[in-house]
């Protein structure tokens, strides 16, 4: 439906009707409008008025069924693989020292969790999250799953080191079973956030990035500077360690103990909208037509009704009474 065109053939059909209806008053001029068979000066100005609102309601609903159509023609179908965010957490006892964020006063599994929130917060479509825990041993606690609330859930205080084994923390199996876990994966859909302070027994080789997992990122938390003392040694951020493993992976480090994970390092996952220009869009010229168009046509005939005409018909039941 081309809006012009559609336009054009309603403001044809409005002015035929209108010269049909300007033929038909003037046959009962006198008795609508008076002795001088005539309304007042600005009631003549109603059939362009009708005509203007006719003409734009019909171009705007044409262009807002365009729009419409459009969009669903045009919409992309989603791919068949969709991209799949997978966050690896290091749930150990290290991750409760209170040394992170900006003033160093909240735990690291605190700052872990505004992270991922933040990262939630930037990444939209269609879009499968997994969650990994890990300490001694790497489970996996959502995977696949479509709701980020899920993600938020488990980052919300689940008691999930429970299930763990108590003993140190072996950062490198629990990557390994992380890559195994998502190796089976169509090819570079998985995203792999880890999360970790570093605090680990001697980092074993690294199994290599399968061709499932088109990006890593290994985010350090904890304060890179100064140890806190745990189970006999001083825990901190060990970014040495944690760049090791980025370059194993073939990925890369950030330190997010502070700072947030830059936007760019989320790469196609983040929803980016496009700033508003000044004035209307199409869409916005659309509706802005119809709503004028409908209020014309709307609150004419009750201008007419009221203050067309200098003559007022009085209902003859309204003349008798008075005297008998």
């Not at 006719?54 to 609903?61: D, E, K, N, Q, Y």
């Not at 669903?72 to 957490?89: I, S, T, Y």
């Not at 196609?268 to 409908?294: F, I, K, Q, W, Y």
Request: proline share 7%.
């Amino acid at each position: 439906m081309n809006p012009v065109l559609a336009a054009l053939l309603v403001l044809l059909l409005a002015v035929v009707a209108e010269a049909i209806h300007a033929r038909r008053v003037r046959a009962v001029a006198r008795l609508a409008f008076g002795p001088d068979g005539r309304p007042r000066a600005w009631a003549g100005a109603a059939p362009l008025l009708r005509c203007a609102g006719l003409t734009a309601f019909a171009w705007g609903l044409a262009v807002t069924w365009q729009l419409h159509q459009a969009a669903q023609e045009g919409r992309a179908p989603g791919p068949k693989d969709p991209p799949r965010l997978v966050f690896v957490a290091d749930l150990s006892p290290s991750m409760y020292l209170k040394d992170a964020g900006p003033e160093g006063k909240v735990t690291r599994q605190e700052r872990m969790r505004e992270v991922v929130e933040t990262v939630l917060m930037r990444v939209g479509g269609d879009i499968r999250y997994g969650v990994i825990g890990f300490y001694t041993q790497a489970h996996s606690v959502v995977m696949d799953a479509r709701d980020p609330e899920l993600v938020r859930n488990v980052f919300d205080g689940l008691p999930l080191q429970y299930v763990m084994k108590p003993g140190s923390t072996d950062l490198g199996a629990a990557v390994n079973a992380a890559v195994r876990l998502v190796e089976g994966l169509p090819e570079g859909t998985v995203r792999l956030l880890v999360f970790t302070d570093g605090d680990t027994v001697p980092l074993q080789p690294v199994l290599p990035r399968p061709r499932s997992i088109k990006d890593v990122l290994v985010l350090g938390l904890g304060d890179p500077r100064k140890g806190t003392f745990i189970a006999g040694h001083q825990s901190r951020q060990d970014a040495e360690v944690l760049a090791s493993l980025a370059r194993a992976l073939r990925g890369a480090y950030h330190d997010v103990n502070e700072k947030h994970l830059p936007t760019d390092a989320l790469g196609d996952l983040v929803v980016r909208t496009a700033p508003r220009g000044a004035g209307l869009d199409l869409a916005g010229l659309a509706l802005l037509a119809m709503t004028s168009g409908a209020a014309t046509l709307s609150f004419l005939p009750v201008a007419l009704q009221y203050f067309g005409a200098a003559w007022k018909v009085i209902p003859a039941s309204a003349g008798k009474g008075g005297a008998p």
